[in-house]
């Protein structure tokens, strides 16, 4: 039951295509490079990088929809 709620989570397109992943994604980038003694800069430099990745990539995803890559949710 647990296995399904996960896949039915994370699809391809499903959750982890929002915005809301993308900033998550930025987030847990810049918390982990720093828990690991990276200064603050490059912590930020690789969570704005991991984040703006991840945009891009949708927006590629829904090249012939791109406004569909700001979803929420």
Do not use: Q
């Not at 399904?4 to 959750?15: C, D, E, P, Q, T």
């Amino acid at each position: 039951l647990v296995a399904l709620a996960f896949v039915a989570l994370f699809k391809h397109r499903g959750f982890t295509h929002t915005l809301t992943f993308a900033a998550i994604y930025g987030g847990l980038l810049y918390l982990v490079t720093r828990s690991v003694g990276l200064p603050h800069e490059k912590s930020l430099y690789l969570a704005i990088s991991g984040f703006t990745g991840d945009m891009i990539h949708l927006i590629a995803d829904y090249r012939k929809k791109p406004l569909r890559a700001f979803r929420l949710w």
